[in-house]
């Protein structure tokens, strides 16, 4: 038995030709082994800051402009630095803990990568 690469999406063993493209049967991702293995492979959420810089987990972010809070007497100003960022799925994409406010969530809209 031939010893085939593992499916670059799931990263199963259990892959097999078909034609000339190579099948993953646990996910059904199909791709070219001939085409070069350097192309990504989109994994995950992809969260973009103000200016299209992508972000990742662990980065500082820096407020873009003044956010309200609600329930909070006075708003998130800008430029406030927010450190050791989580992304996560849904509208505000991003958790925080911000000085004087705690845990946050925020819009990846509304920041710049530091």
Do not use: Q
């Not at 259990?14 to 791709?31: A, H, I, Q, R, S």
């Not at 001939?34 to 980065?59: P, R, W």
């Not at 799925?89 to 845990?103: A, M, P």
Request: glycine share 8%.
């Amino acid at each position: 038995m031939e010893n085939l690469a593992p499916c670059p999406k799931c990263k199963s063993e259990y892959t097999y030709e078909m034609d000339n493209l190579m099948v993953c049967p646990d996910c059904g991702y199909e791709w070219d082994p001939s085409e070069s293995s350097n192309e990504a492979v989109e994994e995950g959420l992809v969260v973009k800051d103000a200016n299209g810089t992508i972000l990742a987990n662990g980065d500082s972010v820096v407020i873009a402009k003044d956010l309200p809070v609600k329930g909070a007497p006075k708003s998130i100003k800008a430029g406030t630095k927010v450190k050791n960022i989580r992304l996560v799925e849904g509208d505000h994409n991003i958790d925080c803990k911000i000085d004087g406010f705690g845990s946050m969530a925020l819009k990846s809209e509304f920041v710049r990568k530091a």
